[in-house]
């Protein structure tokens, strides 16, 4: 079994910037892609970025490329999130997630991971 603990969320005003870090624990963890996705109150669950967890290629949402940065620290088994120029429509619970280990195209699918951390709020103020 693995768990994920995701951290760093908070309050913050639009322009502001927060890193977010996902750590997992438990048996031996080798996703094939570690995730984050955000659930802002009424809406469905989405996608917002994730990163090959051996090799690093990253992946993004349109509405947040540019101004987000998905990283990892392989060693640690630790993911981040670093959220640059923030706005208010960011706002949401923000939860990581770890996938199966083989490979599939669909990063961007809640049906693609099997572990969920329990999520970190990120509340920007305009």
């Known amino acids: 079994q693995v768990q994920l603990v995701e951290s760093g969320g908070g309050l913050v005003q639009a322009g502001d910037s927060l890193r977010l870090s996902c750590a997992a624990s438990g048996r031996t963890f080798s996703p094939y892609y570690v995730g984050w996705f955000r659930q802002a109150p009424g809406k469905e669950r989405e996608f917002v970025s994730a990163i090959a967890w051996r090799g690093g290629t990253s992946y993004y949402a349109d509405s947040v490329k540019g101004r987000f940065t998905v990283s990892r620290d392989y060693a640690k088994n630790t993911a981040f999130l670093q959220m640059n120029s923030l706005k208010p429509e960011d706002t949401a619970l923000y939860h990581c997630?770890?996938?199966?280990?083989?490979?599939?195209?669909?990063?961007?699918?809640?049906?693609?991971?099997?572990?969920w951390g329990q999520g970190t709020q990120v509340t920007v103020s305009s």
């Open positions: 997630a770890a996938s199966r280990s083989y490979f599939t195209s669909t990063y961007y699918s809640t049906t693609t991971y099997n572990y």
